[in-house]
């Protein structure tokens, strides 16, 4: 069973708008942590944000933002303000125990932005 | 947060030929992770490579095929063997620096590993 879906496989957005990336995760275990990262086109990931199953208040990070409802089991990613550089491919990942180590991805949404 | 550098960036090999993929990280780790991207898909976990031990693989992924070594606590290798076109793909590194469910995977720039 995948463990964590994205259902989007691409999003447009116009410059300044808000936009949501959907993530959906699949786990029985209480303690798991929660990361999006960033692919631009030159292929780096570059970490954006995190969330442990345990914290309280939806994480923040700048113009990111997670919407977690744990009950639903998602993990949805806002960027606000939306930039021309914010257009990429956006993962959702979860760690899980044991070890909290490796990360498992999901299929990732493009986003484009447009002027 | 940790400085990776992956060698080569980019290759472009033959049908049959072997090719190391080297990865150096800026502080010692307990972990080195090696994934792998296929054209237009997600990452997915090859192994992980602890210092001084074998490297443990996932499903789908063999030793013959992706063998590794982690000589010390800064550097790893990950050797892809008797390549196919199949194999072309973005290969990555990534660390985890520090310990606590928290701490993100830091990622080397990949290499681009593309096969005639």
């Known amino acids: 069973a995948q463990k964590i879906t994205q259902t989007q496989p691409g999003m447009f957005v116009q410059e300044k708008e808000a936009v949501t990336l959907d993530c959906t995760y699949d786990?029985?275990?209480?303690?798991?942590?929660l990361f999006w990262y960033k692919q631009p086109s030159s292929g780096e990931m570059i970490f954006l944000i995190y969330?442990?199953?345990?914290?309280?208040q939806n994480a923040t990070e700048g113009r990111y933002s997670l919407n977690f409802q744990k009950a639903r089991k998602s993990a949805n990613l806002v960027i606000s303000a939306s930039q021309l550089g914010d257009s990429a491919m956006y993962f959702c990942?979860?760690?899980?125990?044991?070890?909290?180590?490796?990360?498992?991805f999901g299929t990732g949404t493009r986003l484009l932005v447009s002027p | 947060s940790a400085v990776i550098s992956q060698k080569p960036s980019r290759d472009i090999c033959q049908r049959g030929t072997s090719l190391t993929i080297q990865c150096q990280v800026d502080?010692?780790?307990?972990?080195m992770f090696w994934y792998r991207q296929q054209p237009g898909q997600s990452l997915t976990l090859i192994a992980t490579?602890?210092?001084?031990?074998?490297?443990?693989?996932e499903s789908g992924f063999v030793i013959d095929k992706f063998p590794i070594s982690r000589p010390n606590l800064t550097f790893s290798t990950l050797t892809v063997s008797n390549m196919s076109p199949e194999d072309s793909s973005i290969y990555l590194c990534?660390?985890?620096?520090?310990?606590?469910?928290?701490?993100?995977?830091?990622f080397g720039d990949g290499t681009r590993l593309s096969i005639l």
């Open positions: 990534s660390v985890v620096v520090g310990t606590g469910p928290n701490q993100p995977q830091h």
């Open positions: 969330q442990g199953s345990y914290d309280q």
């Open positions: 490579a602890n210092q001084g031990s074998e490297a443990t693989y």
């Open positions: 502080s010692q780790v307990t972990m």
């Open positions: 990942a979860m760690r899980e125990p044991p070890g909290f180590q490796k990360l498992v």
């Open positions: 786990t029985s275990d209480p303690s798991y942590g």
